[in-house]
């Protein structure tokens, strides 16, 4: 048996991060894809990354290309392909130019790597990977946003920030939309599973709750111009790996409901099984009156952003 495949669609600032950490995991061999234009930077990251390989010890070969019969036989894709985000614009604003790129992306990708697991990174979020889904036709278990990864991660962060204790020990999810109105669930938040509520008082916990609500625009303030990237593409590569060791990890990420939770025909961010059948399942749990107010402001802002993608 041959090693896996992972191709990187985007070879940008989370595309490359996204290649290093999969090879240093040894996930298996990594293929970089980027436009024509960017082709040499992309031969050139996986150049590079192929001559760390003697110091780090691993034997993942990597390539970049612009050529999309390179992907073939992917047995997992991410894609960050698009503009990120500038100072001054939210997610919504990268619709017009990175839904011209989803689209595209999505019809290469059926043609040449229909048996891969894809998960979109590429923003506005929620947009994206229902247009991917729309255009390519996947099964719903093969297509997935990371979001929910990322966002309840950066509100473990903050715990652990807040607390001195180890982010390792902190459990959280956040779910809904990739935006604004993402719902941390601070009820079930735990640290060594002594429950949050009983560490830090509410007020301050309402400061933390929004500071991840908009945790990627304060990257996006601070580096001027770009968003995150290292988080980001660590989030993807647990999904990622997840799917090829069947891990059956529980984690949330935007999957495309049809019932759960009460929410029809959209992907937004809810508890995931993620193992070797991809999505194998969404997690649904008793939420209170405010968390099924939130969550349903939540799909209001993820059907709007939908609705202007007219798929
Ligand atoms: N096909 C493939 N790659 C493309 C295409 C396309 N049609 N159009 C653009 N790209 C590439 C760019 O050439 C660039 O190398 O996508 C890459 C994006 O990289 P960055 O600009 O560095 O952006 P990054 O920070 O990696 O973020 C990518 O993820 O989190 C989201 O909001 C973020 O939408 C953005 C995406």
Do not use: W
């Not at 392909?81 to 614009?89: F, Q, T, V, Y």
């Not at 009460?262 to 508890?271: A, E, L, M, N, R």
């Not at 008793?286 to 609705?307: G, Q």
Request: aromatic share 6%.
């Amino acid at each position: 048996m041959g090693r896996k495949k992972l191709t990187m669609i985007g070879g940008g600032q989370i595309g490359g991060n996204l290649a290093l950490i999969a090879a240093q995991k040894e996930l298996g061999d990594v293929v970089i894809f980027d436009i024509p234009q960017s082709e040499g930077m992309v031969k050139g990251k996986a150049l590079d990354i192929m001559q760390l390989r003697p110091h780090d010890g691993y034997d993942s070969e990597l390539s970049g290309t612009s050529d999309y019969s390179d992907i073939k036989g992917s047995d997992v894709v991410i894609i960050t392909a698009g503009i990120p985000r500038k100072p001054g614009m939210d997610r919504e604003d990268l619709m017009s130019i990175n839904l011209g790129i989803i689209k595209d992306v999505a019809s290469n990708v059926k043609k040449y790597a229909p048996n891969a697991f894809v998960i979109v990174i590429s923003n506005p979020l929620d947009a994206m990977v229902y247009a991917f889904h729309k255009v390519s036709g996947f099964d719903k278990s093969k297509v997935v946003g990371m979001a929910g990864a990322l966002d309840s991660g950066r509100f473990r962060a903050f715990l652990a920030m807040e607390t001195g204790l180890s982010a390792q020990d902190v459990s959280c999810m956040v779910l809904g939309g990739h935006g604004d109105s993402m719902v941390p669930i601070t009820r079930l938040a735990t640290i060594g599973g002594v429950p949050v509520t009983d560490l830090i008082d509410a007020d301050r916990l309402k400061e933390i709750e929004d500071r991840t609500r908009f945790a990627g625009g304060e990257l996006v303030k601070l580096f001027g111009n770009g968003s995150a990237f290292y988080a980001p593409a660590q989030c993807a590569i647990e999904m990622a790996e997840s799917y090829l060791k069947d891990k059956k990890r529980v984690i949330p990420s935007a999957a495309l409901c049809e019932g759960e939770f009460g929410i029809d025909g959209y992907f937004i961010g809810v508890p995931t099984v993620i193992g070797s059948g991809g999505i194998e399942k969404i997690i649904e749990f008793s939420l209170t009156d405010k968390e099924k107010s939130d969550l349903a402001n939540t799909l209001d802002a993820v059907k709007k952003t939908v609705a202007e993608t007219n798929l």
